[in-house]
């Protein structure tokens, strides 16, 4: 046990060399941005760097707290049990935030939409993602992500995706409209699968469909407006397209 020396001073100069470690992590990534996807790696091994880069000030934390704790057990202990009740919402959203960095990290330029709030991701750190768009920035805690639900948008935003209502022509489409807009968007070759579209009934109108779709550019809304119309799927109106999260229960089977 002489080699844990639980002192004051070895606290310290392990909270100095880890300090340091992170130091010239964060000066790596500000001077040389993408350094790590530079490295001449297989992708599975540039992944597992990336991944370990994010996860490195979790480890740095434990070992501070294990220390911290040995130093006088019953003092520390109780301390740092009162700090999680306090920020209890903090460690939520570091927790829940695990398998939505996990996703971002895959991504070169990750672009996202939660709630009112759509533009590129800047930053993700450990408890909150930083998302530009052209009225500034927004921070977004895991917490609120896990809670509202999230999308992922093609880059460059929202150009893509297409919202409209459709009046579908009985006559062409048979008795089940939906699932013959469903067989339609599976062979379309306009759409982006990355995104599943969604399909649902209006409440109001029964016979009226509405679609959100993403496309693979937009250069192909025009084509893909004809192929509805063509299929018997008459375009009622346009709308701003809703984004579900990927929990969604309207995603095309």
């Not at 001073?9 to 993408?34: D, K, N, T």
Request: charged fraction near 15%; include cysteine; charge should be positive.
């Amino acid at each position: 046990m002489e080699s844990i020396n639980p002192t004051w001073g070895s606290w310290i100069v392990i909270a100095i060399w880890l300090g340091a470690l992170w130091l010239v992590v964060r000066m790596l990534e500000r001077s040389f941005p993408g350094f790590v996807r530079a490295l001449p790696f297989p992708p599975r091994v540039i992944l597992a760097i990336r991944l370990m880069r994010r996860w490195l000030p979790f480890v740095i934390l434990l070992v501070l707290i294990w220390r911290f704790v040995i130093i006088s057990p019953m003092t520390h202990g109780i301390l740092l049990f009162a700090l999680i009740i306090g920020g209890f919402q903090g460690i939520q959203s570091f927790f829940l935030g695990w398998p939505i960095r996990s996703r971002l990290v895959l991504y070169a330029n990750p672009w996202l939409r939660c709630g009112p709030y759509s533009g590129r991701v800047d930053r993700f750190g450990l408890l909150a993602v930083e998302i530009i768009n052209p009225q500034g920035r927004h921070n977004l805690s895991y917490l609120t992500l896990s809670r509202k639900g999230y999308s992922l948008l093609p880059e460059g935003g929202e150009e893509t995706f297409l919202g409209c209502t459709l009046a579908p022509d009985l006559n062409v489409t048979g008795e089940e409209p939906k699932r013959a807009l469903q067989d339609l968007l599976a062979l379309c070759p306009y759409t982006d699968w990355n995104h599943p579209p969604s399909i649902r009934l209006l409440s109001d109108q029964n016979d009226h469909l509405v679609l959100n779709v993403n496309l693979l550019t937009s250069r192909f809304e025009g084509p893909f407006r004809n192929l509805l119309q063509e299929a018997g799927f008459r375009s009622v109106r346009n709308q701003p397209a809703t984004h579900h999260p990927f929990t969604s229960h309207d995603i095309v089977d």
